[in-house]
């Protein structure tokens, strides 16, 4: 069933991973059998999309910074905005309509049916749209607080690739941001998209469908306890008063 739906919406799923990330492979193709869906790579619509662990991260980073042409924080920010670029770049020049995007570290509600209520309500005009997302700006709520499945969130920027889906000008709008604008973190367009929205719609669901895991327990290829401060379990507004039993665990 949500295979069929799946289907309806995108031309094409990229889950992404690294290749040394095996734990995270066997965490998403778990939750992917739980809900009913193919293991990625077994069929053309669902693939993995294999990035590799690289030593010179933080010199092309330093010359992002250096040149004004892009702003990172860590070495890694960069591989995966360059991955997620090339996600979306795929999908564009393929000529793909939809494309949804998903992160190898995410927890994926448990209701299968109301993953599929969710998707087939999807706005036909959306551009952008996440299911999942971050931000400590308590205004969220008051898009949120809805029985409305999808809202627009005007005024209020949320963070994470965790994921997300691209209408063709979605994609559009992504690549010209990061050709054009700056070379940013991965999620730096989504954070922006809301502000453009005289030239593209942006949604995000009233409650996530995904959240991403505790990154002291599945380990972040980006963050640690030396370069990230932030405590993604309770400072995040948007994942306020969610029962985190509606979602799988790690173990």
């Known amino acids: 069933m949500l295979l069929e739906t799946l289907k309806n919406k995108f031309d094409k799923v990229y889950l992404l991973t690294m290749t040394n990330r095996q734990d995270r492979r066997e965490l998403m193709e778990r939750e992917f059998s739980e809900i009913g869906l193919p293991k990625p790579d077994s069929t053309d619509f669902i693939r993995y999309y294999f990035g590799t662990p690289f030593p010179f ?8 910074n250096a040149s004004g042409k892009g702003r990172f924080s860590k070495p890694n920010e960069y591989d995966c905005a360059r991955n997620h670029y ?11 309509e939809h494309c949804l995007i998903l992160e190898d570290d995410i ?18 005009d959306y551009d952008v749209v996440q299911f999942g997302g971050f931000t400590t700006d308590n205004t969220i709520k008051e898009y949120t607080d809805t029985d409305d499945m999808w809202v627009k969130h005007r005024k ?3 963070w994470t690739t965790a994921g997300y889906a691209l209408s063709r000008r979605g994609m559009q709008y992504f690549l010209a941001f990061m050709d054009s604008v700056k070379f940013w973190v991965a999620d730096g367009p989504l954070f ?9 719609n942006t949604y995000i669901s009233n409650i996530p469908l995904v959240i991403q895991a505790d990154k002291n327990i599945v380990a972040s290829d980006i963050r640690d306890e030396n ?14 008063g969610i029962d985190i039993n509606d979602y799988f665990s790690v173990k």
Request: hydrophobic share 40%; charged share 20%.
């Open 57 to 64: 991260n933080g010199l092309i980073m330093n010359a992002f």
């Open 192 to 200: 922006k998209a809301p502000l453009n929205d005289k030239i593209i």
């Open 86 to 96: 090339a996600m979306v770049k795929i999908c564009y020049d393929l000529g793909f």
């Open 107 to 124: 927890l994926i509600l448990k209701d299968t049916e109301k993953l599929c209520q969710y998707f087939n309500n999807l706005p036909d």
């Open 156 to 158: 209020v920027g949320v």
């Open 227 to 240: 370069n990230d401060t932030i405590d993604y379990n309770n400072q995040n507004v948007y994942e306020q």
